[in-house]
């Protein structure tokens, strides 16, 4: 199983971007998935979660009502959309897969993880 984040990349404050995560294997469409980021000097933090089918989904409170998380099963990718990009979104995101059908908070909830993708915020 592997998990290919991409769509990172430089916005100014208030710009958005979009990430996505795609998954081979055939672990995606049955699996609750998530992100996490980590700033430099930090621990990594949960961001947001889904569901399996899309249902249910999760925030931080630092990006609630700014980020939205979808998904497409038929496609095997995960999605992120970021809004009103802030200086302290900045971060290295991860995608990752649940064990189970939903997407859990807690770090030790997720099975595979991606590689990894930049974002940085400028103000």
């Known amino acids: 199983v592997q998990l290919q984040a991409s769509g990172g990349g430089s916005a100014q404050a208030g710009g958005s971007l979009r990430l996505a995560c795609r998954a081979s294997g055939r672990i995606f469409n049955n699996n609750g998935m998530g992100w996490f980021r980590q700033a430099p000097g930090k621990e990594r933090e949960f961001v947001s979660a889904i569901s399996w089918n899309g249902a249910s989904t999760v925030y931080a409170d630092s990006v609630k009502a700014r980020f939205i998380i979808s998904r497409d099963n038929a496609r095997n990718t995960v999605y992120l959309q970021m809004n009103s990009l802030k200086p302290e979104d900045t971060a290295i995101y991860y995608c990752?897969?649940?064990?189970?059908?939903?997407?859990?908070?807690?770090?030790?909830?997720?099975?595979?993880w991606g590689q990894g993708t930049q974002v940085t915020v400028s103000s």
């Open positions: 990752a897969a649940a064990r189970g059908a939903l997407g859990p908070r807690g770090a030790s909830g997720y099975t595979y």
